[in-house]
């Protein structure tokens, strides 16, 4: 089995800063692109930013040049360094990993998410 496990989230004032981590753990045999998304109250999940396993970032226009994804494909982890957040930036941030699982398939993955607060 593959877990997702996200840590990070939590309450900020606007401006401030958050860094989110994503460790994938489990019977993995390769890992191609990894990734946040993020679901505020009452609309759709977006994307935030992703990474492929060659370096290749995607960033939404919401978040460019505030945001940094980084990733350590030695550990599987993925990391989101958060900056000048926003109130509109709350969400739950999820964590996605596009990888070879124990049935040799590439499945995308999902972890369970975490809440991020942006609130005077």
């Known amino acids: 089995q593959v877990q997702l496990m996200e840590s990070g989230g939590g309450f900020v004032q606007p401006g401030g800063s958050l860094r989110l981590s994503c460790a994938a753990s489990g019977t993995i045999f390769g890992i191609n692109a990894m990734g946040w998304y993020r679901q505020a109250p009452g609309k759709g999940r977006d994307l935030v930013a992703t990474m492929s396993s060659d370096g290749r970032t995607n960033y939404a226009d919401s978040v460019k040049g505030r945001f940094t994804i980084s990733r350590d494909n030695a550990k599987n982890t993925v990391f989101l360094q958060m900056s000048s957040l926003k109130p509109e930036d709350t969400a739950v941030y999820y964590c996605?990993?596009?990888?070879?699982?124990?049935?040799?398939?590439?499945?995308?993955?999902w972890g369970q998410g975490t809440q991020v607060t942006v609130s005077s």
């Open positions: 996605n990993a596009n990888l070879r699982d124990f049935t040799s398939r590439w499945r995308d993955y």
